[in-house]
């Protein structure tokens, strides 16, 4: 109802920024607006801070300083190894129908100049089955390309059986890991794969930065041309406050990642319970041991997800209906699809993620406002059968 206060409940879309993230972003702008590219001292004052920002990022994910090319967040960071990584001859890619559209569309465009695209097969709990990896046409496959964790049902895959196909064949990998980052614990040495995308903004870092964590033995052609920044990877001026913004959103999580995580997820199950006890038959989509702890995807079998969309947005709820850059699509959703999910679950699935900042009153009152929706829907839809 109107007047009623807003619940945040779409932190996969994207977070609000850490007021510690804020203030170093506004220390920085003001302090260090200098090019890092200039040999002056402020510029050289502005290259420590970028480059003490690499390695900060570095330390947290497991990589070399070397191995992160700052970029302007996940879709471009999946878009330069995408295309830097299929300049040759034309071959087979891997991925699965659930990918982020960043993934998706840059692989469709790939397949007009005549790529062919493996789709993987998940189980009914969106997990990869790993018996398909030996029947894989690996002398066709050039380049594989995974999400890590789902952004629509926060379902996280074991990449490792993957991963060690990849390298036994020798065919670069990469992996979408913008939703695991900062949310899960992410070692781009143990992943053990080629490349990996991130966005800041999915973290409570700013808006606008990301990078791609690329291994230093993978070749990798530009898409873009300019300057030689980040090793001529990724022309242009660095974004100095944005990188350090970004730098000291990891660093916050890092310091009470498990604690922060555990009291998340408490929040997530508190949320699952109250609609599965509330709402009525519901249905829980995608594996519920190996998920992201901020997310769930429920459906509302016999009810229509747009409906229940715009009602819980009316009454102070903010959720979707699964990722906010394939908002405007009216069809089913293919990551269930995928899981082989019937119909009325897709058409009825909504997405709540949890974030830091939500609290267990909040929860019990996004329960209270969603089931109120729900049972009045239920029996609207009931009355005119």
């Not at 519920?288 to 819980?312: C, M, S």
Request: aromatic share 4%.
């Amino acid at each position: 109802m109107p007047g009623q206060s807003e619940i945040y409940l779409d932190n996969n879309a994207t977070t609000r920024p850490f007021p510690d993230v804020v203030e170093t972003v506004a220390f920085h702008l003001q302090q260090h607006y200098a090019n890092p590219g200039s040999r002056h001292s402020p510029g050289q004052a502005a290259r420590k801070v970028l480059e003490d920002s690499r390695e900060t990022i570095a330390a947290v994910l497991g990589a070399e300083p070397s191995e992160v090319i700052f970029t302007s967040g996940g879709t471009e960071s999946t878009n330069i190894v995408l295309f830097g990584l299929t300049q040759g001859e034309p071959g087979t890619i891997v991925l699965t129908a659930g990918e982020h559209p960043a993934t998706i569309e840059s692989c469709r465009h790939l397949e007009k100049a005549g790529w062919k695209l493996h789709w993987l097969e998940v189980d009914g709990e969106g997990r990869l089955l790993p018996e398909q990896y030996a029947d894989l046409p690996w002398p066709e496959i050039k380049l594989v390309s995974i999400i890590l964790a789902h952004n629509e049902t926060g379902v996280i895959q074991n990449l490792a059986a993957l991963t060690e196909q990849c390298r036994a064949h020798q065919v670069p990998i990469h992996i979408d890991a913008v939703q695991a980052v900062g949310k899960i614990p992410v070692n781009f040495d143990e992943l053990g794969v080629s490349a990996l995308s991130l966005g800041a903004h999915k973290f409570h870092g700013p808006r606008g930065i990301g990078a791609l964590l690329l291994r230093e033995d993978t070749q990798l052609a530009p898409m873009q041309f300019g300057g030689h920044q980040e090793a001529g990877r990724r022309p242009g001026t660095e974004p100095v406050a944005l990188i350090a913004g970004m730098a000291k959103a990891l660093e916050i999580w890092q310091a009470d990642a498990s604690e922060r995580s555990d009291r998340i997820a408490a929040l997530r199950d508190r949320l699952e319970n109250g609609l599965m006890a509330a709402c009525g038959p519901v249905v829980v989509n995608g594996s519920r041991k190996y998920r992201l702890p901020n997310t769930l995807n429920i459906a509302f079998p016999g009810l229509d997800g747009e409906a229940l969309l715009v009602a819980f947005g009316l009454d102070g709820i903010a959720c979707s209906l699964g990722s906010t850059c394939a908002s405007g699509s009216a069809e089913p959703a293919p990551v269930l699809l995928a899981m082989k999910c019937p119909r009325e679950v897709c058409i009825s699935s909504v997405r709540f993620s949890v974030g830091c900042e939500n609290t267990e009153d909040e929860i019990d009152e996004a329960v209270r406002r969603v089931s109120a929706i729900v049972n009045r829907q239920r029996q609207s839809v009931s009355a005119t059968v």
